[in-house]
Each structure stands twice: as structure tokens, then as C-alpha cells.
């Protein structure tokens, strides 16, 4: 009980947080909007026509949509790193409650402050004309929250691999670029070469987009590469080994410098 | 209270330990004060007591508890002020103390003040009226000053009755006006709750009030007692004598069995004889007479030149 109470408590600081700091709040927009005003629209002006039916506009919106959801989990996670030696987080890491109660309770806060951020692009979206039905909208809904917390557990175990913030900051392009093109936010990964075709089913970006594209498209479109079930699947087993292991790696660092 | 034994501590890809074989204990009830210069792995120990550090080997308790083996009932037993202020900015007062009772289990988590429970309610009522931030507590911690921002920490992190309160350097950045505050704040709450306090520092006069110093340089306990046995054990106490006719007293003196060193004013060492035994023994006229009683600044002086040689 109190365990499930000092999650709650954890993750509500989270969601505050972002909530009374206006910067980041507004850094936090700018990013996907560029990418999907200037990419997608630009795509879509460019190759459109030879696309074979694709509207450009739409696959980005929808890849940019999981990348950012699951990113700004997982960067909120990697903010432990700094964040450890800092205000109240050091009271965190000295309180009874299970270390996995505060990766959990930090995993759920940063999903929080994931979804703000995905409402602000579908909002976008809605500007540029991407059409968005109800029902799309309420699957989109629950592809984001998954999808947020699949992030924040890949923070973790990004997280447990690192000894500080400049390390995290130094490795994160690294961890991340590759990902967008394996995971195919901008690029179609279809017909991909063998070798490149292994990285993209390693790339666990690759998994959140792709329950997106199917929560947007249907799951028969020919953009969707695997159906929600496995993609749901995969995403469940990774949260748990990357969660546990994380966990259990980042504590055991901690302690042993 | 706190027992310590053989505790030896190796940050990885460091050459020496930084905490290098130290043993202690604390009483409950005790006012123990970790005194070192910078460096000399106070914040190491006390990242160890308070489990969120492993030792390299040997060991601690606290109330009974293990550091390493029953990690989690230590963090139930103990209560921590951080060197960095560990208060959220960007929270109210009452949402910094609102968080710490949950994490600590007192209280049920509502995201509102008015939707927790009433004890609670009453408890934050309590302190701040204690502080004396009444209409404050709900306002974001970063309109708080400094001074008041550390009794905040102090109030809050005796929330849940800890056995320990571990004071890392509390004062260190303050001002002489709100250190001295504070110091009044802690003394009172010390008074009140019969907490045990440990505290590191390396301003002296803060381990002038201890019941008991331990004194550690280069993670080595180089001195451990009352701040009475310490300045004894550690500072020499002398008189300086001199007359207009040395060589008669420097005679005398050694006639007298009293060990001097140097020339004159002479340095006689007391070694347990009072200076009033001294002086009467003197027969020879003395033109100065100074007595040396060492302060606790001595004595630490004394001990951290001693360790650096």
C-alpha cells in the first residue's frame, strides 16, 4: 500500500514539475514540430507523387509521434543521472521505499510528462490537416501511454550502463540517431537489406512506432509491420527486462563506486 | 546506537581508500560530531551509514540494523540533511513535506493538501507554525531563505521519529547570523526529541557543544572523545616563565625536574602538575608568566599538521 502510494507520489512529483517550468514546457514542443512542419511537409512536397500512395505528411507525423513519446520518457529516466545529487532526489534514494518503486514511480511520472507533449503535435496535426477520426484518436491514445512507459524503461537500462550526465550526454545520440532510421519514423524499413533489416527488429524504437502506425493506420495497412499483438508482446517483455535488470544494475552502480 | 567497525572504503579507479579502516560507536541520545578537513571522508562514511554506499569491507549498524544486509530498515531509522539542499525548488513547502511522509510511509499520497488525511494536516500545521512560516508553507520553496530552507529540511526530516539524524556540514554556505539560528533550532530539537545527531563539519566551534568527537584525517581516526579529552590528550599544556636572571632559572627549573625546550621565555611543560604548584616552586623572580590552556581549534590544528607530515 504504501509502496503503491510513494509511486504515486513520485510520479505526481514528475508531472509538477514540468508543469511549473514554462522553458522546458515550450523546448519541449519546438523539437517534433520542426520535424514534422519542415520534414514531413517537405517529404511529402518532394517525393509524394512517387511515393505510391504514401502521404509522407502522415507516416512522419505518426513516427515523430511514438519517437517523441517514447524519447522524452526515456530522457526523463537518463535525468536521474543528474538529478541524483540534487534537490529532493537524494531524500528519494535514502528513503525505505524499494528501488523499484522509484524506478516505477519515475517511469510513470515521466510517461506523465510524455503525453502533454504528444497532445501538443496531435494538435499540430490537426493544423496541418492530418486527418484524425475519434477512434484513431482514442487507440493513438493508449498506443502513447504504452508506448511512454516502454520509453521510460529503456531509459533505465540506458541509464544503469552510464556513470554521469556528460557520459549520458556523449552516448545518447549514439543510442538514439541510429534508432530513427531503424525504426523508420522518416524512412519506410520494409525492404531493407539483411544486415540493416537485423538492427531494425533490435531497435526497440522500431516496436513503439510501429504499434503507433498501427493504432493510426489499421492493422492491415502495408505501412504496419507486425500486428499489435506481437508488437504488444515484444514491448511487454522488453519493459519488464529492461525495468528489472535496469533496476538492479543502476542500484548495484550506485553503490559500488 | 552506531556501531563502526573496521569500515574501509575504495572509490573504484582510486589508488588509497577514503575511508581507511575506522571503528567508533555512538551512543543513543549522543550528540557525535565527525570532524575532518576537506577530503578526509566524512561524507563517504556518512554515504555508507546511510546505505547509499557500499564498503569496500568491514561494517556498521544502526539501532541493531546492518547498512548493508537490512539496508531498508536503516532508511526507516534514519533521518538525513544532505550537504545540497535536497528540497524541490519548484514545490511548495507543503508538497516537500507532503512527498517525504509518503515516501516514508506515515501517509497515504493525495494529490491535493486538502485531500490528505487530517493528521497529516495538523502535523504540517504544527510545523510550520513552529517555524513560523505559517503563511508561507504554501508557496514555492525558492521564495524561502536559506537558513529557512535548511530548518524546512531539519522539521521535515523528523517526520518519522528517525533514531539517527545525520547532519552532513548543514552550515556550510550560510551565514555567521542564520548558522547561529539554526545551531539554536537544532539544539532545541535535540532537547525535545532525544534524537541521536551525528554530525560532520569542519567548523570547530560547531563540536565545541559534542558529547563526543571523532576526529578522522586521510579516512583515519586520528583522535576520538569528549572535546575535554581531545584538547588533553592532543594539546600540551604549559606555562611560559622567564626572569631577568635566565641562566638562574633555567637552572632551577631543571633542579625542579621540569622538562623546558628552547631558549627563553622558557616552555615548561605542566605534565599534570597544576600551574599553581609550578609557580610556587620557583623560587628564582619571574618577569613573565603566560599560561597556555589550548582551545578545541588547537588541538585540531595540532592533529591535522601532525597527519600531513
Known amino acids: 500500500m504504501s509502496e503503491a502510494s510513494a509511486i504515486l507520489a513520485l510520479a505526481h512529483r514528475d508531472f509538477i514539475k514540468l508543469l511549473r517550468d514554462r522553458q522546458r514546457m515550450v523546448a519541449d514542443f519546438a523539437f517534433p514540430l520542426i520535424f514534422i512542419g519542415i520534414l514531413g511537409t517537405s517529404l511529402q512536397a518532394g517525393f509524394g507523387d512517387r511515393a505510391g500512395g504514401l502521404n509522407f505528411l502522415d507516416y512522419v507525423f505518426t513516427g515523430v509521434l511514438a519517437q517523441t513519446v517514447w524519447q522524452s520518457s526515456a530522457l526523463g529516466l537518463i535525468s536521474l543521472l543528474a538529478d541524483r545529487e540534487q534537490d529532493f532526489s537524494q531524500e528519494i534514494f535514502v528513503s525505505p521505499i524499494s528501488r523499484y518503486s522509484i524506478i516505477l514511480g519515475k517511469i510513470l511520472g515521466e510517461s506523465l510528462v510524455a503525453l502533454p507533449q504528444a497532445l501538443g503535435i496531435i494538435a499540430f496535426g490537426f493544423i496541418l490537416q492530418i486527418h484524425i477520426g475519434p477512434d484513431q484518436l482514442a487507440r493513438m491514445a493508449l498506443a502513447m501511454l504504452v508506448i511512454a512507459l516502454f520509453g521510460g524503461a529503456f531509459g533505465v537500462i540506458v541509464l544503469a550502463n552510464l556513470s554521469s550526465q556528460r557520459a549520458a550526454n556523449q552516448i545518447f545520440p549514439f543510442v538514439m540517431l541510429p534508432q530513427f532510421f531503424l525504426a523508420g519514423i522518416f524512412n519506410p524499413v520494409q525492404n531493407l537489406p539483411l544486415p540493416l533489416d537485423i538492427l531494425s527488429h533490435l531497435a526497440p524504437m522500431r516496436y513503439a512506432v510501429d504499434l503507433m502506425r498501427d493504432a493510426y493506420y489499421g492493422s492491415t495497412s502495408p505501412v504496419v509491420l507486425s500486428s499489435a499483438t506481437t508488437n504488444l508482446l515484444i514491448i511487454g517483455a522488453l519493459f519488464v527486462v529492461f525495468m528489472v535488470l535496469g533496476t538492479f544494475l543502476f542500484v548495484r552502480a550506485e553503490r559500488n563506486r | 546506537m552506531i556501531r563502526v567497525e573496521d569500515l574501509v572504503k575504495r572509490y573504484r579507479k582510486a589508488e588509497t581508500n577514503a575511508v581507511d579502516g575506522i571503528s567508533f560507536e555512538v551512543k543513543a541520545g549522543e550528540f557525535f560530531v565527525l570532524l575532518g578537513p576537506n577530503g578526509a571522508g566524512k561524507t563517504t562514511t556518512i554515504s555508507i551509514l546511510t546505505t547509499t554506499l557500499s564498503p569496500t569491507s568491514g561494517g556498521a549498524t544502526i539501532d541493531g540494523s546492518d547498512v548493508v544486509r537490512e539496508a531498508s530498515a536503516v532508511r526507516r531509522k534514519v533521518g538525513i540533511i544532505f550537504q545540497r539542499p535536497s528540497l524541490d525548488q519548484n514545490l511548495t513547502a507543503e508538497e516537500n513535506v507532503r512527498f517525504h511522509a509518503v515516501l516514508y510511509g506515515i501517509f497515504?499520497?493525495?494529490?491535493?493538501?486538502?485531500?490528505m488525511a487530517r493528521g497529516y494536516r495538523t502535523k504540517v500545521e504544527e510545523l510550520a507554525r513552529l517555524l513560523g512560516i505559517a503563511r508561507d508553507i504554501h508557496k514555492p520553496v525558492k521564495t524561502f531563505s536559506g537558513g529557512m530552507r535548511r530548518k524546512l529540511e531539519i522539521m521535515r526530516s523528523l517526520?518519522?521519529?528517525?533514531?539517527?539524524?545525520?547532519?552532513?556540514?548543514?552550515?556550510?554556505?550560510?551565514?555567521?547570523?542564520?548558522?547561529?539560528?539554526?545551531?539554536?533550532?537544532?539544539?532545541?530539537?535535540?532537547r525535545t526529541s532525544g534524537t541521536t545527531i551525528f554530525l560532520t563539519t569542519h567548523y570547530l566551534e560547531e563540536a565545541e557543544e559534542a558529547d563526543r568527537i571523532c576526529i578522522i584525517d586521510k579516512g583515519k581516526v586520528v583522535s576520538f572523545g569528549t572535546p575535554d579529552d581531545i584538547?588533553?590528550?592532543?594539546?600540551?599544556?604549559?606555562?611560559?616563565?622567564?626572569?631577568?636572571?635566565?641562566?638562574?632559572l633555567r637552572d632551577e627549573l631543571a633542579r625542579l625536574g621540569y622538562a623546558t625546550s628552547g631558549g627563553a621565555p622558557f616552555k615548561v611543560q605542566l605534565d599534570g602538575h597544576s600551574v599553581h604548584s609550578m609557580l610556587?616552586?620557583?623560587?628564582?623572580?619571574?618577569?613573565?608568566?603566560?599560561?597556555?590552556?589550548?582551545?578545541?581549534?588547537?588541538?585540531?590544528?595540532?592533529?591535522v599538521s601532525r597527519t600531513g607530515e
Not at chain 2, 584538547?231 to 638562574?248: F, H
Request: charged share 30%.
Open chain 2, 108 to 115: 497515504a499520497y493525495a494529490p491535493t493538501y486538502a485531500l
Open chain 2, 159 to 190: 517526520l518519522h521519529d528517525p533514531k539517527v539524524l545525520f547532519l552532513d556540514e548543514p552550515t556550510a554556505g550560510l551565514d555567521v547570523p542564520t548558522r547561529r539560528t539554526l545551531w539554536e533550532h537544532l539544539t532545541e530539537v535535540r
Open chain 2, 231 to 248: 584538547k588533553r590528550d592532543l594539546v600540551e599544556e604549559y606555562v611560559l616563565v622567564d626572569a631577568t636572571d635566565r641562566s638562574a
Open chain 2, 280 to 303: 610556587r616552586s620557583i623560587e628564582t623572580p619571574l618577569s613573565v608568566v603566560k599560561t597556555h590552556t589550548p582551545s578545541l581549534e588547537d588541538a585540531y590544528l595540532e592533529i
